[in-house]
């Protein structure tokens, strides 16, 4: 039964603040998908100039800079969001940028006399003349992180886009320019990871500055700064440590995988995560960015953000879960076909990953609700839970020296936990758990008869590599092609989009 259109327009406007929220969306959702379209138009290039190993040894690198880098702020970013004046943010922008530049000078001194040997304890001897670079990748994070938030308080959402494409295009080109002169190094890859982070940065910085200098210039007084640190001090004493700790392990497989394995084997995982995970950059980082920003403003009116969390749950759930059955049941052949016969063993770590990459892709963007509501201490309790688990997954799978086992317990664990994390925002919102299982439900019943087409085709008649390929390409976009004539609400969410150029 389709909902008639003055209530769709009711359920829109309230999920969405009148289309701002969806129009924000599409804003940083058009840059991700263009940004990592880039991205993914290089890749078959990348992967066939760069060995696994190579890949393997840089994500090691990035992991390192990644695990901290959410903190590298103490988490205030966060917290830009939150004052009634700009003057407020201001204080707060300054107080974590001087933060960032604090952390990054420690850094930088530990790593100088413990750099030998943490790369003895990762097994990465090679990336060891590299780690000068972490502490300023560090630096440049914390920039961005600030200016990211500062430019999403503004409701500038089209310059996080710009600054996206402009970061993959830079990342993109260093590394085909570098690998096709026959620099295909691990030097080369982190080069130009690090070059597409400045650039990230630096657009985001430019435009906040043409349009913010003075604000941002009066924020850097010491005293306003530390009263806007003190005000909002749960960021840096609970929600700091939920962020290290979820970055922690987010980041642990690629670390253990080191260390247990080599540097292919983490290059096939990178590579893996890298695609299953495409769709939490596309789409789920852009919801939450702007879910954070809308529910804040809608904490005082918990029946509004109710409708808004079960909306945007919605909607993930119907993006994000035939694309995870098709990886699961054609991992292998895409891999194939996209990255070429080198990256099959890739294709089948994504096939193990499908199904927990869709319950990660539905709960992360929820999750920005705690912070948003300042409950960091339950999301600090989650991310410890789901730190044990991922270590003892990892350990208990790495004592089999079997990779494949390590990655199904993470895939299943991973599931559990974050489908429990999902259940537990929805609570937290005062969303019934019927319409929860009603809207996974419903989902799943449209999503099976095309995942059951892949499936019997590939099982039954045993076809090309090509023919699976061109399938899944069929079927996921029936299936889209479907929600969209089928889906009322779907259908008027995004024509709630429409004027989306006109809000600056």
């Excluded at 954070?292 to 809608?298: D, S, T």
Aim: aromatic share 12%; hydrophobic share 50%.
């Amino acid at each position: 039964m389709t909902a008639s259109q003055p209530e769709t327009e009711t359920l829109v406007e309230s999920s969405f603040g009148k289309g701002d929220f969806a129009r924000n969306v599409l804003k940083l959702a058009g840059g991700a998908v263009l940004a990592q379209g880039i991205t993914f138009l290089v890749a078959p290039v990348v992967s066939r100039l760069y060995t696994p190993a190579t890949i393997g040894t840089q994500n090691v690198f990035v992991s390192l800079v990644s695990i901290l880098s959410v903190i590298i702020c103490l988490r205030y970013e966060y917290a830009i969001m939150l004052p009634d004046t700009d003057r407020e943010a201001a204080n707060i922008a300054a107080g974590s940028i001087l933060i960032a530049s604090l952390i990054s000078i420690a850094t930088a001194v530990i790593l100088f006399w413990g750099g030998p040997g943490l790369t003895s304890l990762l097994k990465t001897p090679e990336l060891l003349p590299y780690l000068w670079l972490v502490p300023v990748g560090l630096w440049i994070q914390g920039i961005f992180r600030v200016m990211n938030y500062w430019n999403s308080r503004s409701k500038h959402f089209g310059r996080l886009s710009v600054a996206q494409v402009v970061a993959s295009l830079t990342t993109s080109s260093a590394q085909i320019g570098m690998g096709v002169s026959g620099q295909a190094t691990t030097g080369s890859l982190i080069g130009s990871w690090i070059a597409g982070t400045t650039a990230y940065t630096g657009v985001l910085t430019i435009q906040a500055l043409k349009g913010s200098w003075r604000i941002l210039r009066d924020g850097f007084r010491l005293p306003y700064i530390l009263t806007g640190l003190k005000r909002y001090q749960k960021f840096a004493l609970i929600d700091s440590w939920g962020g290290f700790v979820n970055a922690l392990s987010w980041q642990l497989p690629t670390l253990m995988l080191s260390s247990f394995f080599s540097q292919t084997i983490v290059g096939y995982y990178a590579l893996s995560n890298r695609v299953i995970t495409m769709p939490l950059t596309l789409i789920g980082n852009a919801i939450g960015q702007v879910f954070f920003q809308r529910a804040a403003e809608l904490r005082q009116d918990p029946a509004k953000l109710s409708t808004s969390v079960r909306m945007v749950f919605r909607v993930l759930v119907a993006l994000g879960l035939l694309p995870a059955l098709v990886l699961t049941i054609a991992g292998k052949e895409l891999f194939m076909i996209v990255f070429g016969s080198n990256w099959i063993e890739a294709g089948i770590y994504a096939q193990i990953l499908g199904l927990w990459m869709f319950f990660l892709f539905t709960s992360s963007p929820l999750g920005i609700l705690m912070p948003a509501l300042e409950r960091q201490e339950i999301a600090l309790i989650m991310q410890v839970v789901i730190l044990l688990t991922r270590i003892a997954a990892l350990t208990i799978g790495g004592a089999t020296h079997n990779v494949y086992i390590v990655l199904g317990i993470w895939s299943g664990t991973g599931v559990l936990v974050y489908g429990g994390w999902t259940l537990w925002n929805m609570k937290i919102a005062q969303v019934p758990l019927a319409s929860v299982w009603a809207i996974l439900l419903r989902y799943t019943l449209r999503a099976l008869p095309f995942a059951s087409i892949l499936l019997v085709l590939k099982i039954a008649f045993h076809p090309s590599p090509w023919l699976i390929f061109c399938a899944a390409i069929g079927a996921v976009g029936g299936y889209y092609l479907f929600l969209m004539r089928q889906e009322v609400d779907l259908y008027r969410y995004l024509l709630a989009l429409k004027d989306f150029r006109k809000v600056s």
